[in-house]
């Protein structure tokens, strides 16, 4: 079992950055990788960026590439989305998840726990 708990939302403007932690709790953090999911409202949660239990693999949506960068600290138990040159378009719930796998993916189905979501507004 893995509980995780998102912090680091909030509102910033146009360009600013935001840096996201998602804390983990339970035995199988440092094996399983890690996943950042986003939803807007009105559209499908989508995939944003996923790493892997060693943090040698990282992969990003073609939307963030080269503005987001994920990470993690197995020895805190937490992985990190810092979130650079936001636009308005990144306005979204932003959830963390924990794969069944040691790599994670892109296809939300590879995940088995999910966190709470919290919220980044971005205002033009």
């Known amino acids: 079992q893995v509980q995780l708990v998102e912090s680091g939302g909030g509102l910033v403007q146009a360009g600013g950055s935001l840096r996201l932690s998602c804390a983990a709790s339970?035995?199988?953090?440092?094996?399983?990788?890690m996943g950042w999911f986003r939803q807007a409202p009105g559209k499908e949660r989508e995939f944003v960026a996923r790493i892997s239990w060693s943090g040698d693999s990282t992969d990003y949506a073609d939307s963030v590439k080269g503005r987001f960068a994920i990470s993690r600290d197995n020895a805190k138990n937490t992985v990190y989305l810092q979130m650079n040159s936001l636009k308005p378009e990144d306005t979204a719930v932003y959830y963390c998840?924990?794969?069944?796998?040691?790599?994670?993916?892109?296809?939300?189905?590879?995940?088995?726990?999910w966190g709470q979501g919290t919220q980044v507004t971005v205002s033009s």
């Open positions: 339970g035995r199988t953090f440092s094996t399983s990788g």
């Open positions: 998840a924990a794969a069944r796998g040691r790599y994670g993916s892109n296809f939300y189905k590879e995940y088995n726990y």
